[in-house]
């Protein structure tokens, strides 16, 4: 099984839809969690961050569900501009070192 | 404040070949982590660099090697390259080994052929 999964989609919604992505995770002592956005054939960057229960950003809302081991991401109101891959990243720690593990990304594609 | 800034931008390269990407940390950032992308894959990580030092390590053989140097920037050096090795190379800095604040680099994207 993989540290980090999601589903690849990709998710195809017409403008002002509601779309919601899911991940799920293994390692139950991870704490934070964050979702980062990458457009096509450039760096990832961080969109949002969950340490506790949830988190909101205006259209955007994580929440963590701890028991079940997964976080999900919903967006509202969907904007061509929301179009882009979303990938789930927990960090993980080994000694000194803290690095993230990626999941594969869940491509969007919002639709006029 | 500068962010981080990754050389070259694309890169071609023949099996067997030797290939340096280069990365200039963010100003104020002394730990720098380098992962690779292979297309429809989510970034894998490679090894981080902490005070000139190797700092953890994943999956990767040998011939993926590094250096940081005291202004904090990095090299990745891969030998011997192969088909495979095609991929997007991203750099990430941030403040400390265990910081969340990771900044990341536009990345290198290498082909080999």
């Known amino acids: 099984r993989k540290e980090v999964e999601q589903d690849p989609g990709p998710f195809n919604v017409p403008e002002g839809a509601t779309v919601a992505f899911n991940c799920t995770y293994s390692?139950?002592?991870?704490?934070?969690f964050f979702w980062y956005r990458q457009d096509c054939r450039k760096e990832p960057k961080l969109l949002m961050s969950?340490?506790?229960s949830g988190n909101e950003d205006g259209r955007f809302t994580a929440q963590l569900n701890r028991a079940s081991q997964y976080i999900s991401l919903l967006i509202r109101d969907s904007k061509l501009s929301d179009s882009a891959t979303y990938l789930c990243?927990?960090?993980?720690?080994?000694?000194?070192?803290?690095?993230?593990?990626f999941g594969t990304g869940t491509l969007l594609a919002v639709q006029p | 404040e500068t962010g981080v800034t990754q050389s070259p931008t694309h890169l071609i390269k023949t099996r067997g070949q030797q290939v340096t990407l280069r990365c200039s940390s963010q100003?104020?950032?002394?730990?720098v982590s380098w992962y690779q992308q292979a297309l429809g894959q989510g970034p894998q990580f490679i090894f981080q660099?902490?005070?000139?030092?190797?700092?953890g390590r994943g999956n990767f053989p040998p011939r993926f090697s590094g250096l940081q140097f005291p202004n904090y920037s990095s090299e990745l050096n891969v030998n011997a390259l192969e088909l495979d090795d095609s991929a997007l190379y991203l750099c990430?800095?941030?403040?400390?080994?265990?910081?969340?604040?990771?900044?990341f680099g536009s990345g290198t994207r290498l082909t080999v052929v």
């Open positions: 100003s104020g950032h002394n730990t």
């Open positions: 969950v340490y506790s």
């Open positions: 660099y902490y005070r000139e030092e190797e700092n």
């Open positions: 390692n139950s002592a991870s704490q934070s």
């Open positions: 990430a800095s941030s403040l400390e080994s265990v910081g969340y604040g990771y900044t």
């Open positions: 990243v927990v960090p993980r720690y080994g000694g000194a070192t803290n690095k993230l593990i």
